[in-house]
């Protein structure tokens, strides 16, 4: 397996692609190319890059995800934004970078809530606790968990933590 970088935008383009949790990078690329899934290219030459960093869980998600605390929240709503918010107090500038995450339409994260209600009918904007930042709610759980998925997976959470997280929302 390689590794390439990629700019940012192109990155969150591929991430805002995800069809479902897990998928990979290169399963995304394959879909979107519409190339067969061992498909062989061949390769011009090699180039060394350094491994991506994995985060396997910092220490404010960690404690919430211990604590118990999400699972005694009863609405998905407030564990998606608690979610949010203790993502953004472990790595605000990873969070800022995340917040490019969009969607077809619609995008996810701003500073102003009028881009968010802009951007489509009924977003229902709110704010995430705690961050300078606004997230549209009016979604359903499994968009809420995609989009915490997206974030995370560009904040180089392990997948493991992720689905850890994205099943407790």
Not at 92 to 110: C, D, H, L, W
């Amino acid at each position: 397996m390689k590794t390439i970088e990629l700019d940012d935008d192109l990155y969150f383009y591929i991430a805002s692609q995800t069809r479902h949790i897990g998928e990979s990078a290169s399963d995304i690329l394959r879909r979107l190319l519409e190339q067969p899934a061992h498909a062989r290219v061949p390769v011009a030459e090699a180039v060394a890059v350094a491994p991506p960093k994995v985060v396997t869980a910092q220490q404010g998600l960690q404690l919430l995800l211990d604590s118990g605390e999400l699972q005694k929240e009863e609405k998905s709503i407030n564990r998606f934004m608690r979610v949010l918010s203790t993502l953004y107090g472990d790595d605000p500038a990873g969070f800022t970078q995340a917040t490019e995450i969009k969607g077809r339409t619609r995008v996810y994260f701003s500073r102003d809530p009028e881009a968010l209600r802009a951007s489509g009918s009924t977003t229902k904007p709110k704010p995430v606790p705690e961050t300078p930042f606004w997230v549209i709610t009016n979604t359903n759980t499994r968009r809420k968990q995609n989009m915490v998925a997206q974030m995370m997976a560009s904040m180089s959470y392990g997948e493991e933590v992720i689905a850890q997280v994205c099943g407790a929302i």
